[in-house]
């Protein structure tokens, strides 16, 4: 059967790979550590889960209004107004099944074939296979000199006739990274230079780490609201990777234009996770509190221990749970066979840093037990020092 090429050109997801394989390896018995998934380890705050029992009582079963219920988009639009001081309207909301499809969505909405689309390297793996799929061209602009935080005079060398947005990811996968409030004045600023629309996907904003702090972009550079599209959702705060519930927030006629999309793709999210959503956004702050703080302790516990590993080098992450590791100075530099040999040998799973635009690096989530983490870790030491 003749295949399409979009379909022979797309790479599959390198997490979700390294991902199935663990779980294909312990599956036969064997002691595997898996530091590859963006997964919470924590379970789903009672709130959502009480109200996903009740919402099945009620008989709440069916169908859904397609950009999502109304209840949900209320408490999306009442959070960004409480947490941001920005003001959206239930109608600028738009609920999807996940953030990838939500990404997924608004990229068919604004980009055209031969578009380019500025995506700033180290970068999640999925958004350039999103904006090809779209029929545009993801172009890498690189961060590692300088903190994995964008500068104007690196994005200046990747500006063309045919760049038409940019997407940008704070707290970052897979680096940790925090864009400061003055990286992202400078990053609204070359967007109304170059009339660029943005995507500004902060959905591990609630985990920001010692003194950083998250800003939204639009709080840094309010003139951009109408060109911008906030992702977010509900998978990493309150742990619910598995409902499947991401969103959108943004100028009204693009939030229909990813409604009509959606209408063809999907049509609405799970009605029953809709409504866990709407309880955990309204009713599970202590529990966000607790697990970040969780995840700030083993943040610094991993950081120490990868410290004394000669040949590598770590920094402190700022937020989300990654931590990058450059693994350039040891005697395996190939991130790709690096991490094929330690799964094989050691039974440790983590993520090469090619999928996500760095070579040479490999990415290591903390969202795990302190046990696994230490163990993982002194797995790792093994590895690197038997090279």
């Given at each position: ?101 939500m990404l ?16 700033f390297a ?154 866990a959503a ?110």
């Amino acid at each position: 059967m003749k295949l399409s090429q979009r379909a022979i050109n797309i790479k599959p997801s390198a997490t979700l790979a390294i991902s199935d394989k663990a779980k294909e390896i312990k599956a036969q018995g064997k002691p595997i550590l898996s530091f590859s998934a963006g997964e919470p380890d924590f379970n789903t705050p009672k709130a959502a889960g009480d109200a996903a029992a009740k919402a099945i009582e009620r008989g709440e079963t069916h169908y859904t209004p397609n950009s999502g219920i109304a209840e949900l988009k209320k408490n999306v639009a009442l959070y960004y107004k409480e947490r941001f001081g920005l003001e959206y309207q239930p109608r600028d909301v738009v609920v999807t099944c996940g953030v990838k499809a939500m990404l997924y969505e608004t990229i068919q909405a604004l980009v055209d074939p031969g578009d380019e689309v500025l995506l700033f390297a180290p970068a999640w793996v999925s958004y350039v296979e999103q904006v090809s799929l779209a029929g545009g061209k993801a172009v890498s602009v690189e961060t590692a000199a300088t903190g994995f935080s964008p500068t104007a005079g690196e994005i200046a060398k990747k500006i063309t006739g045919s760049t038409r947005g940019m997407i940008i990811n704070t707290p970052n996968n897979p680096t940790g990274a925090v864009y400061s409030e003055e990286t992202l004045r400078m990053l609204a600023d070359v967007a109304i230079k170059h009339d660029l629309w943005v995507i500004f996907d902060e959905v591990y904003e609630r985990l920001v780490y010692g003194n950083a702090k998250h800003v939204n972009i639009l709080q840094a550079a309010p003139e951009i609201k109408d060109r911008t599209i906030i992702a977010n959702g509900v998978s990493k705060a309150y742990c619910m990777t598995g409902w499947r519930i991401g969103y959108a927030l943004g100028p009204g006629d693009v939030i229909k234009k990813i409604d009509d999309i959606q209408s063809h793709l999907t049509s609405n999210a799970s009605s029953i996770a809709q409504w866990a959503a709407a309880a955990a956004i309204q009713e599970s702050e202590d529990e966000v509190l607790k697990n970040r703080a969780e995840f700030e302790t083993r943040r610094d516990i991993i950081c120490g221990l990868l410290s004394g590993i000669k040949g590598i080098k770590a920094g402190l992450p700022d937020g989300a749970f990654y931590v990058l590791l450059d693994i350039r100075n040891t005697p395996l530099p190939d991130d790709m066979e690096f991490c094929r040999r330690l799964l094989e040998e050691k039974y440790v799973a983590l993520v090469p840093g090619a999928a996500f635009f760095a070579p040479g690096y490999v990415r290591i989530s903390y969202a795990c037990s302190e046990a696994d983490i230490r163990e993982g870790v002194s797995r790792i030491k093994e590895f690197i020092e038997a090279l």
